[in-house]
């Protein structure tokens, strides 16, 4: 599967955006998908998951309340909207396909250890180029 990552750009803080993951060369409908991030100088962070049903999402504790991750089956696109961005919000944001293979830490978001699982780059087979952010001051 490809995936194509789009909707970066340049805000100023306190501002909003939505970025869109298109997938092609397979449907994605079966997946679970995240975004994650990387600013300069700093490791990759996840951001935000949402599990295949678009019923279960999971977030960092950094964004929660302000981004809101949802799909559209129908369209192959997951999209992430981010509101009331900060500065530190700034970095490279990439989307990514996990094929949740066992074990499946979906089963069960309430328990930390999953959610853990959840937020871990290397559960995640396809990844996406990034898309910018710039958050100004």
């Known amino acids: 599967v490809q995936l194509q990552a789009s909707g970066g750009g340049l805000v100023q803080a306190g501002g909003s955006l939505r970025l869109s993951c298109a997938a092609s060369g397979r449907t994605f409908s079966n997946y679970v998908v995240g975004w994650f991030r990387q600013a300069p100088g700093k490791e990759r962070e996840f951001v935000a998951a949402?599990?295949?049903?678009?019923?279960?999402?999971v977030y960092a504790d950094s964004v929660k309340g302000r981004f809101t991750i949802s799909r559209e089956n129908v369209q192959n696109t997951v999209y992430l909207q981010m509101n009331v961005l900060k500065p530190e919000d700034t970095a490279s944001y990439y989307c990514a396909v996990d094929q949740d293979v066992p074990p499946r830490p979906w089963l069960s978001i309430g328990s930390q250890t999953n959610r853990n699982a959840i937020s871990t780059a290397s559960r995640y087979d396809y990844w996406g180029q990034g898309t910018l952010v710039t958050v100004s001051s």
């Open positions: 949402v599990h295949y049903s678009g019923g279960s999402t």
